[in-house]
């Protein structure tokens, strides 16, 4: 069964500072999905990373994906208030017909302060 | 293009009634996920609909739980005799499938509140 384990669950940071969020998983896969969740609302698409090496970068995030060390990280930098938001990474475990099948982790609750 | 509808957005049921849930997916979209967030979780995988099929129900409860994408209409994810644990947010997605890959643009939600 796939795991997906985001680290860390909580983050609180100040304006201005860079950090990255990780995100392992357990089997083999190259579809990887970076989403940011505000409270009480869905899901927003921020990133597909769909080959070993690849690199997407919008704002002040940028996601990339390691196949072969089963690792995606999202970097955030210079934080602005507006980024405070739960981000979920999600993975494709599927094959043939279980294609689509997205398996995400806990998610990181980030908070941006002053 | 609209994005992805679900209705209701909030429902409150009773133990033991029925909850209906709806999904209609995006334009030109025709594979439809269910997932379920508990608090303070993330979201787990129920089921993959395409019309008239059920492609993967892996993350289905046994008892209670089914999912139906009809020829005609939306999606419905149904909950009968519902029970307190039931209460979480359902989220419907949709993909086009026709890229290669599967990126999921997810709806805005029905929260489900079971008394």
């Known amino acids: 069964e796939l795991k997906v384990e985001q680290n860390p669950l909580f983050l609180s940071m100040q304006e201005g500072k860079n950090y990255t969020i990780y995100c392992n998983y357990s089997?083999?896969?190259?579809?990887l999905y970076w989403y940011r969740q505000d409270p009480g609302k869905s899901l927003e698409s921020l990133f597909v990373?769909?080959?070993?090496?690849a690199v997407k970068q919008e704002g002040r995030l940028m996601a990339s994906l390691d196949t072969k060390a089963r690792l995606s990280t999202l970097h955030i930098t210079a934080a602005v208030h507006d980024l405070s938001a739960t981000y979920f990474c999600?993975?494709?475990?599927?094959?043939?017909?279980?294609?689509?099948?997205?398996?995400f982790g806990q998610g990181t609750i980030l908070t941006v302060h002053p | 293009n609209a994005g992805v509808m679900q209705n209701p957005r909030h429902l409150v049921r009773r133990r033991g009634q029925e909850a209906r849930l709806r999904c209609s997916p995006m334009?030109?979209?025709?594979?439809v996920y269910w997932y379920r967030q508990l608090p303070e979780e993330g979201l787990k995988f129920m089921v993959y609909?395409?019309?008239?099929?059920?492609?993967?129900e892996s993350g289905m409860p046994k008892e209670r739980f089914s999912a139906e994408f009809p020829k005609e209409g939306p999606s419905i994810l149904r909950i009968q005799q519902v029970v307190r644990g039931d209460s979480a947010a359902y989220f419907c997605?949709?993909?086009?499938?026709?890229?290669?890959?599967?990126?999921?643009?997810f709806g805005p939600g029905t929260r489900l509140t079971v008394l």
């Open positions: 334009k030109g979209h025709s594979h």
């Open positions: 999600a993975v494709d475990s599927g094959g043939g017909t279980s294609y689509g099948k997205l398996t």
């Open positions: 990373l769909l080959s070993n090496g």
């Open positions: 089997t083999t896969s190259d579809r």
């Open positions: 609909l395409q019309k008239e099929n059920i492609i993967d």
């Open positions: 997605a949709s993909s086009p499938r026709d890229r290669g890959y599967n990126e999921q643009f």
